[in-house]
């Protein structure tokens, strides 16, 4: 009986293993991005009343991926404006499916508060989106970056009733860096370890 246990042992011994060893290598990452659009916002409960800019910040940090076809789960946070004349901001879960190779979906749900001069206070809401663009598993660092569209169904649950639908363009606040960084780099020169080089290219 002993030695008919040992095989079953050493099995659960070795998934034992594997398991902590893909836990290990589940790191948490990050992505923030800015959203740019139009929402159709209303006010006692009337869809689509009138047509506002949107902009707004919003990020995450999922938990569980490993690598692209992996399911991920984690908060999210954001703060937004419509028309300029309102602030919004919020938080709750977000859950990233792979439906595509480096193009996987995100749906989330949360609440947030609104302040704007149509309500006498603060007012609470519920949201849902989802959102479809590039999201790639970073191997090297704990922050992705994300680019694609993004879709939000507001609900208020203040006396305004205010409802609002956005559709959105989402881009990586990272990507949006990058044209700084390179006018930075351009205009500090070559690094210490460049300049020898270019002398000794000049030199005839």
Do not use: C
């Not at 660092?141 to 694609?148: D, E, H, L, N, V």
């Amino acid at each position: 009986m002993a030695t008919a246990g040992r095989p079953a042992a050493l099995i659960a011994a070795l998934l034992g293993v594997v398991l902590v060893h893909g836990t290990a290598r589940a790191e948490p990452q990050a992505s923030v991005g800015v959203t740019l659009g139009l929402g159709g916002a209303g006010l006692e409960r009337r869809l689509w009343d009138t047509t506002v800019f949107h902009a707004g910040l919003r990020g995450d940090v999922l938990f569980g991926r490993t690598a692209n076809d992996d399911f991920g789960v984690g908060p999210y946070a954001e703060v937004l404006t419509h028309a300029f004349d309102e602030l919004q901001a919020g938080a709750g879960v977000s859950t990233l499916v792979p439906v595509l190779d480096s193009f996987p979906l995100v749906l989330s749900a949360g609440m947030y508060g609104r302040w704007s001069d149509d309500a006498k206070a603060v007012e609470p809401g519920i949201a849902a989106a989802v959102f479809w663009g590039v999201r790639s598993y970073n191997f090297h660092s704990r922050y992705a970056m994300s680019t694609g569209l993004l879709a939000q169904m507001r609900l208020g649950l203040g006396d305004s009733k205010e409802t609002a639908l956005v559709l959105a363009a989402q881009v990586d606040l990272a990507l949006l860096g990058l044209p700084f960084v390179y006018l930075f780099n351009a205009m500090k020169g070559p690094s210490p370890e460049a300049a020898p080089v270019r002398r000794a290219e000049a030199t005839p």
